[in-house]
């Protein structure tokens, strides 16, 4: 059971544009997300993060959205660089029953065209 | 500063052996997380240690094991290996307690091939 979903394998943009990579979750337990990027070869890095009790947050070219009622959130990067190129996963944290839990989506890979 | 490093950055493996990987933090940071990364399922949260605490288990079985030192450095340990187990593992260290919703720093992963 996928409990955070990124349902677009790949994304494809222009450089200058907007992207916007989208992730569901379906457990209500989450109340915090984060988004990780990841280049070939490397580790993921990390790019920004969001609370629940917030439905925007922005840092530069990276902005954040939270829909709670939709279990939704999304990634826009504006504009778009070659740079920006990566697999981006979405990640969902939350706790149950006393344990911490952090699920990431399968991720997204973003190529961005010159 | 140096970054979260790991090794060995390559391994095979037979079915049935078992195999520990390593994992240096970042110079002060005191929590390490460790995650099996596979294509079928993506990146899972194996589990957390913070000052040779763990502080929270994925859901893998009980083969999967780990440990942390005094020196913040960890190891994982997977015994009777299965061919499922081939993954990248990527270790990730943090300077805070809760570091599962913090920004984590990772290692580039330690690729096991399991025949």
């Known amino acids: 059971d996928q409990q955070v979903k990124q349902n677009s394998p790949s994304l494809s943009v222009q450089e200058g544009r907007i992207s916007i990579l989208n992730c569901d979750y379906t457990?209500?337990?989450?109340?915090?997300f984060l988004w990780y990027k990841k280049y070939p070869a490397e580790g993921p890095t990390f790019l920004i993060s969001?609370?629940?009790?917030?439905d925007k947050n922005e840092d530069g070219r990276f902005t954040v959205f939270l829909n709670k009622s939709a279990k939704h959130l999304s990634l826009h990067i504006v504009p778009s660089q070659p740079g920006d190129s990566a697999v981006y996963f979405c990640?969902?944290?939350?706790?149950?029953?006393?344990?911490?839990?952090?699920?990431f989506g399968k991720g997204t890979k973003l190529t961005v065209n010159p | 500063k140096a970054g979260v490093t790991q090794t060995p950055r390559y391994l095979i493996k037979t079915r049935g052996q078992q195999v520990t990987l390593s994992c240096s933090p970042i110079s002060g940071h005191r929590s390490v997380s460790w995650y099996q990364q596979t294509p079928g399922q993506g990146l899972q949260f194996l589990f957390e240690y913070f000052s040779e605490t763990q502080r929270n288990k994925g859901n893998f079985p009980g083969r999967f094991s780990g440990r942390q030192f005094s020196n913040s450095r960890s190891e994982m340990n997977v015994s009777t290996l299965e061919l499922g187990d081939s993954a990248l593992y990527l270790c990730?260290?943090?300077?805070?307690?809760?570091?599962?919703?913090?920004?984590?720093?990772f290692g580039p992963g330690t690729r096991l091939t399991v025949t």
């Open positions: 990730a260290s943090s300077s805070v307690a809760g570091a599962l919703m913090a920004e984590q720093y």
């Open positions: 457990n209500s337990m989450f109340d915090y």
């Open positions: 990640a969902a944290y939350g706790t149950q029953g006393g344990s911490e839990k952090l699920v």
């Open positions: 969001i609370s629940s009790i917030k």
